[in-house]
């Protein structure tokens, strides 16, 4: 009997520290590792590879960094974010300087877990409507981890084309 009443007050304990799970607090740990990565990667460029670029009319590194910054408050203000007023979406990718670029690329994640954060489950199958397309919230979520899943993966391989290994690989 006394192990039947440990067991339950164990197990009382455990349900009373178990985070209730949902679809923004999963976005928010995706958002996170995403920034973790991305900006472990910004950090491991010199600052003469953030002006790098493979080929003539294709983003350096600086640029593709400061385009998934631009690109986080871009979807954000779709889904009716204020955005603060000392960031210039349309002008970010003419930010210069390593520490400026991932000083950006920092403040847009964080902003970005902050809206995700204050997310509401019923507002998630509400549709935007985009130029490209009508999206639910959920789905433009979803579509601003795989922007920048696509742009971490461009900049792995310029990391590795200039001998810089990601540090999560290490």
Known sequence: MKKIILFCCM????LAKAKE???YTDLA???GRNQQQLVGLAQAFSEEQMNWRPAEGVRS???ALLHVAASNYFFLMTMGAKIPEDVDVV????ITGKANIVDAVEKSFAFLN?????????DLDEVIKLQFGDFTRR?????????SGEHKGQLIAYARSNGVTP????
Do not use: C, Y
Request: glycine residues 8%; negative net charge; proline residues 3%.
């Open 61 to 63: 590194t600086g640029e």
């Open 91 to 94: 002008n970010m990718e003419k």
């Open 139 to 147: 789905a433009l979520l979803m579509l601003i981890l795989e922007h």
């Open 11 to 14: 197990a009382l304990v455990q």
């Open 29 to 31: 740990g995706l958002v």
């Open 21 to 23: 799970h949902t679809f």
């Open 114 to 122: 902050d809206q995700v954060t204050i997310g509401k489950e019923a």
């Open 167 to 170: 540090p999560w690989s290490e």
